[in-house]
């Protein structure tokens, strides 16, 4: 293909991820984002493989096992288990650029002939690459809730990360200015690079792992784009810069919706040291409820704030959500629904799965927004969330979510939490709201206790 009609394929395929990228940033534009960003691979995808350097054995190969597992995944995977697909697919594309790297190193005419620019390319991506495998992949562990990977803190541990750091560094550099010796440098640096991917994700606690998968989202974007430098693949470098640039730009978004520092994140250092209140201390006072008490309470309300979280999801509660919200607002009551930017598991769940009802999009209110209004709430329903919802956050300097901005819905007049146990959140801790004065605990399964609650108002 003439090199001045692929350029101009490529920057066609930019041009759609681009689209597709300011599409996503709304919900009633998602859908066509996606298909933008999906027209724009497929461009890219085409264009490169009629390229003539390509053994169209391994290619098709290739593509057929890429065609099975992506169909397997689309069918088999739940929506509660989006976070941990997220995490592999993050960790997929940190080791593809490290093998591409490897592979072009091992496959070139010789390293001597290689030049330091593309060396530096083949090293950074190489480094981000593993990390972001490693990395993944514990990330993938957490979200799992693999007792193995609970609680990993050691003495000095900071300190060596700092060494596979520096390590990591000086090999990445010793490969990009010493050619002859580029392949060795390389396959010391990768299984160093391994390490420190897990030991910088290890110890990071559950509530902060949303933040976690959003920055290894930058890092896979940002090895893909060392790639594309290495392949000489324009389309790949913008593509990757674009994934790279976006996620390091969400990034910092979550870490503000969880007082958290971007340094903590990138070396590793979140969580604090715990809280010291018993759960049998906190619980002693807790109110349960029925799913007939609830539809009473909420035929007098005239403001329901509904507050969703991973629990939800878990539940696939979000279709009797709705039908809930229906049925209220058909009774007069203004019904809102109260998103924290960290609830549920991976940036961005709960609205996935409350526009998968189809549940307005101007119903839902940004943690920012509702909570200067949730003292006017007559009731606050709490669908599965835990910790952010934890009073904790504002009260406790030692707790695990210390200083994170929670939606406070302990202001509203009644608060019903819909909750199969007491059982702690992500981050472990106890949770104070289920044993205040104006809250009500309904126990049981998320759906079943939303139909319940729908029936008696139906019936009432």
Known sequence: MNPAWTDLAYLVAAVLFILGLKGLTHPRTAVRGNLYGALGMLVAVIVTLIGPEFGWGLIIAGLAVGTIAGLVLAIKIEMTAMPELVALFNGFGGIASTLVAGAFLAGS?????????????TALSGLIGTVTFSGSLIAFGKLREL???????????????AVLAILCVGLAVWMTFDAANSILAYWLMVPLALVLGVFLVVSIGGADMPVVIALLN????LAAAMTGFVLGNNVLITAGSLVGASGLI???????????????VL??????TGSSDSADDIYANVKSTSADEVAMLLED??????VPGYGMAVAQAQHAVRDLATRLTALGCEIEFGIHPVAGRMPGHMNVLLAEADIPYELLKEMD???????????????????TVNPVARTDPQSAIAGMPIIDVDK???????KRSLSPGFAGIPNPLFAADNALMLFGDGKAAIVDITKALEDS
């Open 147 to 161: 007792k193995a990977l609970k609680n990993i803190r050691f003495p000095g541990q900071q300190a060596l990360n």
């Open 218 to 221: 930058s890092y896979s974007g």
């Open 369 to 387: 927004d509702i909570n200067p209004t949730m003292d006017q709430a007559d009731v606050a329903i709490v669908l599965g969330a835990n910790d």
């Open 250 to 264: 969400l990034t910092q978004i979550m870490c503000k919706a969880m007082n958290r520092s971007l340094a903590a």
């Open 109 to 121: 005419d010789g390293p001597s002939d290689v030049d330091t620019p593309t060396l530096a390319a």
């Open 267 to 272: 070396f590793g250092t979140l969580q604090s």
């Open 412 to 418: 509203a007049r009644t608060v019903v939490v819909i």
């Open 301 to 306: 309300a005239q403001r329901v704030v509904i």
